[in-house]
């Protein structure tokens, strides 16, 4: 079945500096590709989407390349806040698979003053 | 415009209690989802209605759990008997009608359900 797959955590980085976190995908079908951010006491709310090969998804500073080839979706930032201090989650959601969205167990990023 | 809402945002029960969670869709959503969110994991898919009907149970992880949406509007997910392992998080999200194309769910705050 569909699944998804994205690097542990916790990640630490200071304030300024260059974000990565990777994640493959697995899936039969032709999937819509999402992050998702969890901001501490809040609920899980929609970072960027991409729903075809080769379409960037961007927001806050945040962006994802949805690359078919190599079944990835990685986020990226090239200037970390403390604010962005969250957890971040990988997920796809396929129409063979009826919508529902396949998430990965998160990244949680700690961002340092 | 209202998010969608989920009540009680806790419940605490007893082992055997029967316990039953509440989701307000946002308004005109036609596709609504549960999910089941262990401590530190990412959400695990319970079921989907699109208005009324319920399209997809499998992954209600046994016949103790139960989700309904009679008006295609509010949905009720019952846990009977509830046990330890029951213990999570769970999620309501809804989405617009998309063509065909999987959509933005939107998520609401969750119940934290925990079974002593």
């Known amino acids: 079945g569909d699944s998804v797959t994205q690097m542990e955590g916790p990640v630490t980085l200071s304030e300024e500096a260059f974000l990565t976190i990777n994640c493959t995908y697995t899936?039969?079908?032709?999937?819509?590709l999402f992050w998702y951010v969890q901001y501490p006491g809040e609920g899980l709310q929609l970072l960027l989407k991409?729903?075809?090969?080769?379409d960037k998804g961007s927001n806050k500073g945040f962006e994802a390349t949805y690359r078919k080839e190599t079944t990835s979706f990685h986020l990226e930032k090239g200037s970390v806040q403390v604010s962005d201090s969250a957890v971040y989650f990988c997920?796809?959601?396929?129409?063979?698979?009826?919508?529902?969205?396949?998430f990965g167990a998160g990244t949680r990023l700690f961002v340092k003053a | 415009g209202a998010g969608v809402s989920q009540s009680p945002r806790y419940k605490v029960a007893k082992r055997g209690q029967d316990v039953a969670l509440r989701c307000d869709p946002i308004?005109?959503?036609?596709?609504l989802f549960w999910y089941q969110q262990a401590l530190g994991q990412g959400p695990e898919f319970l079921t989907y209605f699109q208005n009324e009907a319920q399209l997809d149970k499998s992954g209600l992880p046994s016949d103790r759990f139960f989700a309904e949406r009679p008006e295609g509007s509010v949905s009720t997910l019952k846990i009977q008997r509830t046990q330890q392992e029951d213990s999570a998080v769970y999620l309501c999200?809804?989405?617009?009608?998309?063509?065909?194309?999987?959509?933005?769910?939107?998520f609401g705050p969750g119940t934290r359900l925990t079974v002593l």
């Open positions: 991409a729903t075809k090969a080769d």
């Open positions: 997920a796809l959601s396929d129409r063979s698979g009826g919508f529902k969205t396949i």
């Open positions: 999200a809804s989405s617009l009608p998309s063509g065909g194309v999987p959509d933005t769910q939107y």
């Open positions: 308004s005109g959503h036609v596709s």
């Open positions: 899936a039969t079908g032709y999937p819509s």
